[in-house]
């Protein structure tokens, strides 16, 4: 090969080396995971977040990722774990995840950012690991180990440090957005904290255990205090329901008793009132047949009343007949009428006299013995006439009559 084609060779590959460099100064490539940021040679910055390749003189191009997503681990390569501290001044290694964007933020935001990163990506994760250092510190101060360590407040440590990382406003007041944050496991203690926490540990289940045992001795004194009042008010139900039975057959039977007791005063009310019954119909009886007798004696005694008086004023017209035949008969010198009716006026009240003596002796009980008149008997005719007389008189008519009229005989047995 000759040493003109070598130089032509030479010049081409230059020529083709400066064409290809000149074209990269002069275009840059922007993906959809990543956005750019552009500085011309006037010095001018803007941001690029669309992908696709760009004309621009010879710019500067730096390229950040969009999203990220970092993990500090005891196992990973890049990221070492997260060291907290707890209330009492014992650490332990926190491994997480964490992720965060820049895209969501504004073009002056992101400008500001480059500039404070100084074109350096690994700077901005600098800036999220220290931000978020500090704030799961100051959640790590709230706690104690052996409750986080130990599980009991372990969720409520967890939702504790999702609330400081989660949108850090410190972080976003730079453009960066922590938007996911996940802790792998419990907190891992240091030696000494993790020798503490194992005794404390012990220490813990043997007072769980005690807790434990007590609750069940508790538990099964409950239980048998339970059986003991069940056993208890099944015997005192049983007696309740024996004293229950006796007590309704003794108050059953004295309710019978009570009733029969009535049953006998009331028979025997009845029996009285019966008996006040036929007493009170004797009485009214008796005294329908008492005011039966008088109401036959006024009418007897009417009766004979209107008699007498009929025969008297037959008498007195007789005598009013023998007045005025008396001139003719005292002329004839034989008896006169009026003597006539005199004569039988005396008869018929004679007459009705006897009969009414007849009909008053038959319901008089005389005694057996009478002594009438004086001791030699020389007025006995005379007083028996009287006696006789007066009965006739009190049997036609007892008003008529006083009572001190009645002579008094003395009776001798």
Not at 61 to 70: G, L, R
Request: glycine content about 4%; hydrophobic content about 40%.
């Amino acid at each position: 090969m000759s040493n003109k084609l070598i130089s032509w060779i030479i010049g081409l590959l230059v020529c083709t080396m400066g064409l290809v460099w000149l074209g990269k100064q002069m275009y840059h490539h922007t993906d959809t995971q990543n956005f750019n940021v552009v500085q011309s040679l006037t010095g001018e910055v803007t941001i690029r977040r669309d992908a696709g390749i760009w004309f621009k003189f010879f710019p500067t191009v730096w390229t950040y990722p969009k999203a990220s997503i970092e993990i500090c681990s005891v196992n990973a390569k890049e990221n070492d774990p997260f060291i907290i501290q707890f209330n009492n001044k014992s650490t332990a290694k926190l491994n997480c995840q964490i992720g965060y964007r820049l895209d969501s933020s504004t073009d002056e935001q992101l400008i500001a950012l480059h500039q404070e990163v100084e074109g350096v990506e690994e700077k901005v994760w600098f800036m999220v690991y220290t931000r978020l250092n500090t704030e799961l510190q100051k959640v790590a101060t709230q706690f104690d180990p052996s409750d986080v360590v130990g599980g009991e407040k372990f969720p409520q440590f967890e939702q504790a440090c999702s609330k400081a990382v989660l949108h850090n406003a410190d972080l976003m007041a730079h453009g960066i957005d922590v938007n996911s944050f996940t802790i792998d496991g419990k907190p891992e203690p240091d030696p000494e904290t993790k020798a503490g926490l194992d005794k404390q540990r012990d220490a813990d289940l043997a007072r769980r255990k005690a807790i434990a045992e007590k609750e069940q001795l508790e538990a099964e004194t409950i239980r048998t205090t339970a059986n003991y009042a069940r056993e208890i008010a099944e015997f005192k139900g049983k007696a309740d329901a024996e004293t229950a039975k006796l007590k309704t057959e003794a108050e059953r039977e004295k309710e019978l008793a009570t009733i029969a007791a009535q049953k006998q005063v009331e028979v025997a009310k009845l029996e009285k009132e019966k008996a006040e019954i036929e007493v009170e119909k004797q009485k009214q009886v008796a005294k329908i047949e008492a005011e039966k007798l008088l109401a036959v004696a006024e009418v007897q005694k009417q009766t004979e009343k209107e008699v007498l008086e009929a025969i008297k004023l037959k008498a007195e017209q007789k005598v009013a007949e023998a007045e005025a035949k008396k001139v003719a008969i005292e002329k004839s010198g034989a008896i006169t009428e009026l003597q006539q009716a005199q004569l039988d006026l005396e008869r018929s009240i004679a007459q009705y006299k006897w009969e009414n003596l007849g009909k008053a002796l038959a319901g008089v009980k005389l005694p057996s013995i009478m002594n009438l008149g004086g001791a030699d008997g020389k007025n006995g005719v005379n007083s028996l006439d009287q006696f006789i007389q007066l009965l006739t008189v009190q049997k036609l008519d007892p008003a008529a009559v006083p009572t001190a009229a009645v002579p008094t005989a003395p009776v001798t047995k």
